[in-house]
Structure formats: C-alpha cells, structure tokens
C-alpha cells in the first residue's frame, strides 16, 4: 500500500461506503479502528480483491479490529434526502457505533458529514488508507450478503449477480416485473419504470 502521511491521533478510524450507484436497497458504510499491534496483511480496495481474498480479509477484520461498526441509510431515506445526504448519515451512524471512540476519522472521498472529531477526507483512501481499505471491504461484504438476500426474495430480479447496480439485466428485469419495494424511487430508472407502469394501467382502464 502506497505511502501515507497519517494524522497525529493514537485511534483512528477509516470510513468508506458502497452502493451509491444502485437502483435498490441501502447505502451501506463500515467504520473501522484497525489494531497496531495485530496487523493485517494485503488489505486494498475491496473492489480489487477477488472473492475469497475479500471473504477472508472480512473475517480476519472483523477478529482482529479494535473496533468495527456497520452504519445504512435506507431506500426511504435515500429518496428523502438524496443520495449523498443519505451516505453522509450513513457514515455518522457507523461512526457514531462504534464501541471505542476515534481520534480522528479518515474517508474515502472528497467530502467529510459533520462529526464530533477531526475528520479528513482521502481521495483514493481505500487504496491508500489500511484503515479505510478495510472499512471498504467489510462494508462490500455486508451489502452483498443483503443483496444475496434479497434475491432469495426476488429470485426474477437476478439481485445476487448484479447486486442492484443499473446492469443491462436488471434494467431488463425493472421492465419486465416492475418496481419492488426496495427499490431507490428517486432514481431516474425506476422513477421511469413506475411512469411506464402507469401509463400501462391508464390505457387498460380506457379498453375496459
């Protein structure tokens, strides 16, 4: 991992989100306080790990953290305050729950939500950042199981291979079976496909 010039804090905390690009479910962040003492090694962006690197990495986190805290914003919140207020409320939360208190907290991104300790953001940090690579990998772990989940749900919907991101499949999918529950109505994809379903029940009504 690249060279970092870290704060002068004695606990730190990394902090990263995933899906901020999907048309379904929550917006799911992880906080992480690594341990000094009990290093882990090749942490890296959850997204460039494979599979199995990232399930193990995820259970060695999880064992050796000093610290760690899922924070969510949900489907319903995302549509009230907009995405990137959503992730912001989501990222106080993981903080906020975690069992020892940071220092200082370090996240990935250009931008920092209001917390009650000195924050920076790291552009790129989930590359840069052990602490944030961490946070990134336990966060991806966490929503993809719920996306697994949720295909148990909705098998037709193909949830577990696309885990909600705007794919050709599930696009196909959205017009083909319509709008869950879970899915993100402010966004412009699934707001069309509720007008197109719309338009749809408004001409059977006519030919009745």
């Not at 290093?39 to 399930?55: Q, Y």
């Not at 610290?67 to 912001?88: P, S, Y």
Request: hydrophobic content about 45%.
């Amino acid at each position: 991992m690249p060279d970092f010039i870290y704060p002068a804090a004695r606990l730190i905390a990394g902090v990263d989100e995933v899906g901020r690009g999907p048309l379904v479910g929550a917006v799911v962040t992880a906080a992480v306080i690594l341990d000094p003492a009990n290093p882990i090694t090749g942490l890296a962006d959850s997204k460039k790990l494979s599979e199995k690197r990232r399930l193990a990495l995820y259970d060695e986190i999880k064992e050796k953290a000093l610290a760690w805290n899922l924070g969510r914003a949900e489907a319903e919140e995302i549509d009230q305050l907009n995405i990137l207020h959503a992730t912001m409320l989501a990222m106080q939360r993981a903080v906020a729950g975690l069992g020892i208190q940071p220092d200082y907290v370090l996240i990935d991104g250009n931008r920092c939500p209001t917390l009650p300790m000195p924050s920076q953001a790291v552009v790129k940090g989930d590359s840069l950042v052990a602490e944030i690579s961490a946070a990134s990998i336990i966060a991806k772990v966490s929503r993809d199981r719920e996306m697994a989940e949720l295909d148990l749900l909705f098998p037709q919907y193909g949830f577990a291979q696309h885990k909600g991101y705007p794919t050709a499949l599930h696009m196909e999918k959205l017009t083909q079976y319509g709008v869950t529950p879970h899915h993100r109505r402010s966004f412009a994809p699934v707001r069309n496909a509720l007008l197109d379903a719309e338009i749809v029940a408004a001409r059977q009504t006519l030919t009745l």
